[in-house]
C-alpha cells in the first residue's frame, strides 16, 4: 500500500493526534516504516486491510527514521550502480553529447554546468563548485544524465509532463515539488523569478507566450525546463500559478523519476538564491 492510498483511512485533517505534523507524514511511517496505523485516533482498526492490521506499535521518531534510513541505503546503492555503469565509458565522446567540456588532461573526469554551477563528474566521485558532492540524489540525477549518453538535441517542442510517455503518477509529484511551490513563494513578485534566473543562465521563452513570465532553465546541458509563471490577479480571484514545460526529446536525457527532481531542484535553488 502506498501512502497515498492508506490516506483515506485517516481524517486528512492534520490534527496531529497521532505525534505527527500531517496526515501524509504518518501515512508514510505508517506505510514505508512499520508504524502502527492505530496511533491514530480517528482510525477504526476494523477498516484496516489485513496487510496493517498486525503491525506493531512503534513510536513515530522510529518509524520516520526506519524510512529515511530504508531510502539513504536505496539511494546509495542505486548510486554505486551508476557508477558501474559509466566507470567504462568513453569521456571523450560523452562530452560532446552530453554538452559536457572533456580535456585529455584529465580524461576521466567531464565538467559542465548545473543549475548555474560547475559539476565535476568522475567516475568515482563529484564536486560542486570544488567541493565534494555528498547528497545520494544530485549523484544520481548527475550520474544518469551521463550513463543516459545523450540522444537527440532538443529543439525548442515544449511538452508538458503530461504528454511524455508513462508520466500519470509523476504530475502530481511535480505539482507538488515544483510548481505549486513556486507559484506559492513569487505570487506577487514575478520580476523576482527573472531576477534570479540571471544568476542560472536563464533565457527568455519564446515572445508567443501567455505567461506573465517564461524563462528557460537548463538544469544540466541538454535537459532544459521551461518555466511559465502567472502572477496572481487577487480581484479576479486568481491565485499565481506555475507550469513547467520539457523539450519534447528530454527523455533522450533522462528517465521520469530524474526528470521530475531535476525540477524540484530548480525549485530549491531558486528558493536558494531567494534571499
Known amino acids: 500500500m502506498t501512502p497515498h492510498e492508506f490516506l483515506k483511512y485517516t481524517p486528512t485533517s492534520n490534527c496531529g ?16 516504516g512499520g508504524v502502527t496505523a492505530e496511533l491514530c485516533p480517528h482510525i477504526d482498526p476494523s477498516t484496516l486491510p ?15 527514521k526506519n524510512v529515511d534510513r530504508g531510502q539513504e541505503e536505496r539511494d546509495m546503492a542505486l548510486v554505486e550502480h551508476l557508477k558501474s555503469k559509466v566507470r567504462d565509458l568513453d569521456f571523450a565522446s560523452l562530452g560532446l553529447r552530453l554538452g559536457a567540456s572533456w580535456s585529455a588532461d584529465r580524461p576521466d573526469v567531464l565538467i559542465f554546468s548545473f543549475l548555474g554551477r560547475e559539476a565535476k563528474l568522475g ?21 544518469n544524465y551521463v550513463a ?20 500519470i503518477s509523476k504530475i502530481r509529484t511535480l505539482a507538488t ?42 538544469v544540466m546541458p541538454h535537459v532544459p525546463l521551461y518555466l511559465l509563471f502567472w502572477d496572481e490577479e487577487p480581484e479576479d480571484g486568481f491565485s ?3 507550469k513547467v514545460l520539457f523539450d519534447h526529446h ?26
Open 17 to 32: 493526534d497521532c505525534g505527527y505534523p500531517a496526515c501524509l507524514a504518518f501515512a508514510v511511517a505508517v506505510t514505508k
Open 177 to 218: 515539488y515544483c510548481e505549486l511551490r513556486l507559484a506559492e513563494r513569487f505570487s506577487g513578485r514575478g520580476a523576482r523569478i527573472v531576477e534570479l534566473c540571471a544568476h542560472l543562465d536563464a533565457e527568455e521563452g519564446p515572445a508567443d507566450q501567455s505567461a506573465d513570465v517564461g524563462m528557460i532553465i537548463s
Open 240 to 242: 499565481a500559478k506555475v
Open 148 to 167: 543516459f549518453g545523450g540522444g537527440r538535441m532538443p529543439d525548442g517542442n515544449w511538452v508538458g509532463m503530461e504528454s511524455l510517455p508513462n508520466s
Open 123 to 143: 567516475r568515482d566521485n563529484v564536486s560542486l563548485d570544488n567541493k565534494s558532492l555528498v547528497d545520494p540524489r544530485d549523484l544520481i540525477l548527475l550520474y
Open 50 to 64: 489485513a496487510e496493517l492490521s498486525g503491525q506493531q506499535a512503534e513510536n513515530g521518531e522510529a518509524g520516520l
Open 250 to 275: 528530454v527523455m533522450d536525457f533522462l528517465d521520469l523519476e530524474s526528470l521530475v527532481f531535476a525540477a524540484e531542484r530548480m525549485s530549491d535553488r531558486l528558493a536558494e538564491l531567494d534571499i
